[in-house]
């Protein structure tokens, strides 16, 4: 009997044990290839293409068996490196996982948190569309007590603004259990990406990567294993809602509580980091940084444990081949840490901003990447060389992520923060680690990084950087041709607006726009128009009002609104500012004063401000509000190199040079009588730009894409606690009508009467008796005129 048992219990064994391999769920793939469905036939285009999206939740660091519906954790939080639960007899339940086996497991930077994932995968599977298909995205809510929504950011949603996916702008949110069918046109081309937009879920885990494959451009190069994704995120030790919540109530000083075993003491207590320019960065310590949600919180290169983190995570690894030149497209999806990135021995040449081609520009050593935003780079595979006794470059590199920390409150120097992966050669050695070392910047050959969110470095450890504006950076001429920029013709239609981006308030803390904290309105405006669906705002405002934000766009009319980081409280911090709905040109980037030393001094005096939060402002020079000026008779002078006054220690039109009234002074140039260095040629496209603090940045669309627009700070405690508003884009009557039967919520009550009525309800026996199911409905409907009912049914179906 005894023996019986056991065949049976062996016979059950074997069976489970082939279960356990029947893992459903696939590690997250870089490489950017088409679904066979979404991929063209020949010359043509499919036109649609369609995706599905489970959201639900996982937890870092566990093995989940989805047929069994099963998960273990696969290493305990005390283990050396290498001790991963393989094949181990664990006092819960028995292991039965191969080292392979760990391909499957989110292991993020090897400590356990909840997120949530899209089939079960983190970061998301990759959308790939060509330019013009319809994408079909269906969501499920599959959690149990949050509503979700997803926003396509990058993509313009033109004729479908209630396809934007920002829940309670645009949508309800969708409610657990509950299917939401996003359909839209992928447009335009570029490398995009999608995530949750509500609340904190984005930095939670919901996010991947969107592109948009124009076919033109596509013919001329190849793709799969040269084009990839490197999907960056910076990771906490806590959920981003216990975040936000604990910045709301200054708790982030206390922190490192949570990351330790320490308790609520001095000495655990957290400060302020800051960047180059003295201006602050995070109140919240960064644990590490993910890419493509694979990372560490020790240093790769050396391997070393840190308390009860593990050291040995998988890191992403790029396989490429050599001789070619491959094209890795960035997105930063942070929280908030603005992040550098750069390939040891490797330079990058930038194709694309936010999407967006620009002018091959001169190569760059580092580039700034801030939340939210997209670059294309293209990076050549020439660096292998052979070397005797020390294989440096033998076909393995370093491709580093940093955080720009380089002192807190109370330290001048503090480490910043690094994500590693590691970029392979095809036909290397095999070799877990690279050798490699960073760039060395020497004085004569400085290395250039571009888009800091201030206005220049100096020297860092013996070592020169240049920074390089997003401004300085020049559109393609075909983008320009299809999206040139706009000129107004006359003042009726030119609507220039002035958004402070801004921590205001009476206690001066308070993420806001002009002096508003951001509160979402009663109920989505897109749905409900004509419910009055915001909080109105008492102007003027000047710091303290609480209420829907909303500017007002004439459809059709020159939009350019001057994005400004100004105020008391400085200094602050820099905000990257997305705009949904439009693709923006970015005309200039006004940097503040600064000392010798590139330290933050005073905000720019280009602008004057009207009260101490900047909450309403106007240019310092009068004239500049004249955009005549550059429209008749300077159109097509183009402005001055920057660098050409890099080392100004102001702005890069050099703010003290010109004084109001002052256009043409200090070495701008008589041929420059509007804007100084306001590019109107051929400036970039971008949809989040990076607003320096003290300083602003002048942004230019057309009003042509009626809807309501999101725009808001992509640092999500920054966004959650108030620092949004909306953009109504043209008239109710004039935005795309809304589909009927999109899912509709809103605000409920009900009166004295009414619910006097409903308790004196009685059931109708003789319908219940006639026809039950549609009883009710039947007594409900008595009353109304026969040919009242038709028409209804018309009007809901239409
Ligand atoms: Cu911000």
Redesign the pocket.
């Known amino acids: 009997m005894a023996d019986k048992m056991s065949v049976v219990f062996l016979l059950f064994g074997v069976l489970l044990t082939a279960q356990v391999f029947n893992v459903t769920e696939a590690g997250y793939n870089h490489n950017v290839a088409f679904k066979p469905e979404c991929e063209r036939r020949g010359d043509q285009i499919p036109s649609k293409c369609v995706y599905n999206f489970t959201i639900d939740y996982r937890m870092t660091g566990v093995w989940y068996n989805e047929r069994r519906n099963t998960g273990k954790p696969v290493f305990k939080t005390d283990a050396k490196p290498d001790q991963y639960f393989y094949g181990e007899q664990y006092n819960c339940s028995n292991i039965s996982m191969s080292e392979s086996d760990l391909d499957d497991v989110i292991m993020a930077d090897g400590s356990y948190r909840r997120i949530y994932t899209i089939n079960g995968q983190f970061p998301g599977e990759t959308i790939v569309a060509y330019n013009g298909t319809q994408l079909i995205i269906s969501v499920t809510n599959n959690l149990e007590e949050e509503g979700v929504s997803i926003h396509w950011h990058g993509i313009v949603q033109r004729n479908t603004p209630y396809m934007d996916g920002v829940a309670r702008i645009t949508q309800c949110a969708i409610n657990p259990g509950e299917t939401f069918v996003y359909r839209f046109v992928a447009y335009p081309p570029g490398t995009h990406w999608y995530h949750a937009h509500l609340g904190s879920m984005r930095t939670d885990g919901l996010y991947g990567a969107l592109i948009v494959i124009d076919p033109e451009e596509e013919r001329t190069r190849a793709r799969k294993e040269t084009d990839m994704t490197l999907m960056l995120s910076d990771w906490f030790s806590t959920d981003t809602s216990t975040m936000s919540s604990s910045v709301i109530w200054e708790l982030e000083r206390f922190a490192p509580f949570l990351q330790s075993s320490d308790s609520f003491t001095q000495s655990s207590c957290f400060y302020q980091t800051k960047q180059h320019d003295g201006t602050d960065i995070g109140v919240w310590p960064v644990q590490s940084i993910l890419i493509n949600g694979k990372g560490t919180v020790c240093d790769a290169t050396r391997d070393v444990t840190v308390g009860g983190y593990r050291c040995n995570n998988r890191l992403e690894e790029f396989v490429v081949p050599r001789h070619k030149k491959i094209r890795i497209r960035i997105i930063n999806g942070a929280a908030q840490y603005s992040l550098r990135v750069s390939i040891d021995s490797h330079s990058m040449t930038v194709e694309a901003l936010d999407g967006n081609r620009i002018q091959d520009m001169e190569v760059v050593d580092y580039l700034i990447i801030h939340t939210g935003e997209r670059y294309d780079i293209e990076v050549a595979t020439d660096q292998y060389r052979e070397h005797p006794i020390q294989p440096v470059n033998d076909g393995h590199f370093w491709i580093r992520v940093e955080s720009l920390e380089e002192a807190d409150q109370l330290k001048p120097i503090i480490n910043p923060k690094t994500g590693w992966a590691i970029l392979k050669y095809e036909g290397s050695p095999s070799r877990a680690k690279p050798f490699t070392t960073p760039k060395q910047c020497p004085q004569s050959n400085p290395c250039e990084v571009l888009n800091c969110p201030f206005r220049d470095y100096r020297p860092v450890g013996g070592n020169y950087y240049t920074c390089i504006p997003i401004s300085q950076t020049k559109a393609l001429g075909s983008i320009i041709d299809r999206y040139p920029v706009p000129m107004p013709t006359s003042d009726d239609d030119f609507q220039q607006i002035f958004l402070n ?1 801004h921590f205001s308030g009476s206690n001066a803390v308070r ?1 806001s726009i002009n002096g508003h904290l951001f509160r979402f309105p009663r109920v989505p405006p897109q749905l409900y128009p004509d419910q009055d669906p915001l909080y109105e705002c008492d102007e003027p405002c000047t710091g303290d009002c609480y209420c829907t934000y909303s500017e007002k766009l004439k459809l059709n009319n020159v939009i350019q609104i001057v994005i400004m980081n100004m105020g008391i409280g400085q200094p602050g ?1 820099a ?2 500012v997305h705009i949904h709905g439009h693709h923006f040109h970015v005309l200039k980037i006004g940097y503040p004063q600064y000392d010798s030393d590139f330290r933050f001094l005073a905000d720019t005096d280009d602008i004057r401000c009207k009260d101490p939060f900047c909450s309403s402002a106007e240019w310092s020079d009068a004239t500049w509000d004249d955009y005549t000026v550059w429209n008749n008779t300077a159109r097509r002078i183009r402005p001055p190199d920057v660098n050409a006054n890099a080392n100004t220690n102001t702005s890069d039109v050099g703010a003290g040079d010109v004084g109001a009234g002052g256009v043409g002074a200090g070495g701008v140039g008589a041929a420059e009588p509007w804007i100084p260095e306001i590019n109107v040629i051929d400036p970039p496209l971008k949809d989040t730009v990076v607003v320096p603090v003290g300083g602003y940045v002048v942004v230019r669309f057309r009003a042509d894409n009626p809807g309501w627009w999101f725009v808001h ?1 992509h ?1 999500e405690v ?1 966004t959650v606690e108030g ?1 949004a508003m909306v953009l109504q884009e043209g008239e109710q009557s004039e935005m795309p009508p809304v589909p009927s039967k999109i899912p509709k919520c809103a605000n409920f009550e009900m009166n004295d009467k009414e619910f006097d009525e409903a308790l004196q309800w009685k059931p109708n026996v003789a319908n219940l008796g006639s026809s039950k199911a549609s009883g009710a409905a039947a007594t409900r409907f008595h009353s109304l005129p026969r040919l009242l009912i038709p028409t209804l049914c018309f009007l809901y179906s239409w």
């Open positions: 981006f993420s911090t905000h990257p700070c640092i920054h620092m």
